[in-house]
C-alpha cells in the first residue's frame, strides 16, 4: 500500500517508516483482521501512518487527532492523496476521545505534534485545552454499527476509554 505525504519535521520519521522499520507488526494486523467492510477508527491519528494506511482498506475511515500541530500535519498528508480513490473515505476529526465529552487538558514535553501529546502532560510547557468526545456517542452520532476496527494510541488515554467499551 502506498500514500503521499508532506514534507516535515517528520520526514526522518518517514524515512524509516519508508524502509519498514516501524511498527510492521501494525501493518500485518490491519492486513488480517481490517476488512473493507470495516468502519474504522484511527484514534490517535497523528500525522497519518495509520489512517493513510488502513484507509485503503476499509469502507470509511475516521482519524481522530487533538493535538493542533499534528492535525494540521494530518490533514496535508490527508490531502496530499486526494486523487486517490481511498482518500475520500477519510474523515478528519480534530478531537480526542475520552470516556465523556467535553473539554479536556491536553499537553506536550516539547511544541506539539511529536506523537507524545497527553493528559499525562498537561499544564507542563505546551498546553492545549482540546474538544474530547465519548466514543459511545461519536458511534451514536455517525449510526456506526457492524464491524469496527479500532486502532488506539493515545498516550495513557487508554485508560479513561477502553473500559467504556465493555457496553
Known sequence: ?????????????????????????????????????????????????????GAQIAKV????????VAFVELSHNV??????????????VNKAMASVSGRL???????????????????????WQVNAIALNTFLKEHRIAGHVFIKMDIEGGEYDVVPTLRP
Not at 508532506?6 to 507488526?25: I, K, L, P, T
Open 105 to 127: 487538558d491536553l499537553g506536550s514535553r516539547g511544541k506539539g505534534g511529536d506523537s507524545e501529546s497527553s493528559v499525562f502532560f498537561a499544564g507542563g510547557a505546551t498546553t
Open 61 to 68: 475511515a475516521f482519524g481522530f487527532e487533538p493535538d493542533p
Open 1 to 53: 500500500r502506498r500514500f503521499r505525504v508532506v514534507v516535515s519535521q517528520e520526514n526522518s520519521f518517514w524515512n524509516d517508516f519508508q524502509e519498514g522499520h516501524w511498527e510492521r507488526h501494525t501493518f500485518d494486523i490491519f492486513e488480517r483482521f481490517l476488512k473493507s467492510d470495516s468502519t474504522y477508527l484511527d484514534i490517535g491519528a497523528w500525522i497519518g501512518p495509520t489512517l493513510l494506511y
Open 79 to 92: 490531502k496530499a492523496n486526494e486523487t486517490e480513490e481511498w482518500a475520500s473515505r477519510i474523515t478528519l
